[in-house]
């Protein structure tokens, strides 16, 4: 890889002075050079080319297993052992998520609703079943939190809202532009965790107003609502923690 890096800027920089650089003779790299590249050496340039061109269209955010993925989805045929080792070699690094912080208050008085859902996430048709969830963000205004409605026909977000604090309203109102956005008939039924901004009465009342059922997670288990979990990874991870 040391030979190829100097191949790669043999114009712009002094062959001699990369191979001091590098420590390794001139000699020795003219040698490598005058061979006839092997098929496997040609493959290889040609993956870590698309290597890089993934890896920069996901803002240095995919690891090993996603750029292989991506690379099997682009027609290559490649392993993904053999993806993790060229991005090694070429000093390929994911860029790293800050740590979260805890937004859900499950210390409240207020009555919790069973979990409904049981984690069936595939749903048949549009406005069945909604789930709504409340993440933290870092900005260039600070930490902003996040309220998200999505439904889990289409995994898409309805509606989400922004704001300074972590507060029941917040909520409310991402639920509330989720409604007038998609006015759904009555039998809907809505997922989140057991928090008190979804377990509040003003939040209960709003859905019992459009004759929305509830279903609350059991308490830690994340994965009750792993759609927007998966929803926010996503997001932190590809498009807010990629500076």
């Not at 993904?80 to 409240?108: F, N, P, Y």
């Not at 609703?113 to 048949?124: H, I, M, S, W």
């Amino acid at each position: 890889m040391r030979y190829r890096a100097i191949q790669e800027h043999d114009r712009r920089f002094p062959i001699r002075l990369m191979c001091r650089a590098l420590t390794v003779s001139p000699a020795g790299y003219y040698a490598w050079a005058s061979r006839p590249e092997s098929d496997r050496s040609v493959h290889n340039r040609a993956l870590l080319s698309a290597i890089r061109v993934i890896h920069r269209e996901s803002r240095e955010t995919y690891g090993s297993f996603s750029i292989w993925d991506a690379l099997i989805k682009r027609g290559h045929g490649v392993g993904e052992h053999r993806v993790a080792r060229l991005m090694r070699q070429d000093g390929i690094r994911t860029k790293t998520v800050k740590q979260w912080r805890a937004t859900t208050q499950s210390q409240h008085r207020f009555p919790v609703a069973a979990n409904t859902l049981r984690r069936q996430f595939t749903v048949e048709s549009p406005n069945r079943v909604w789930a709504g969830d409340l993440t933290d963000v870092w900005t260039t205004e600070g930490w902003l939190y996040l309220a998200v409605v999505l439904d889990l026909y289409s995994r898409l977000v309805i509606d989400w809202v922004m704001g300074h604090r972590l507060t029941g309203e917040l909520a409310e109102q991402a639920l509330t532009m989720a409604l007038a956005n998609r006015s759904p008939r009555p039998g809907l039924l809505h997922h989140s965790d057991r928090g008190s901004q979804y377990a509040a009465t003003r939040y209960q009342r709003l859905l019992g107003e459009h004759g929305i059922t509830t279903s609350m997670s059991r308490t830690g288990n994340c994965w009750d609502n792993a759609c927007v979990e998966s929803f926010f990874g996503t997001l932190t991870r590809e498009l807010v923690y990629h500076r």
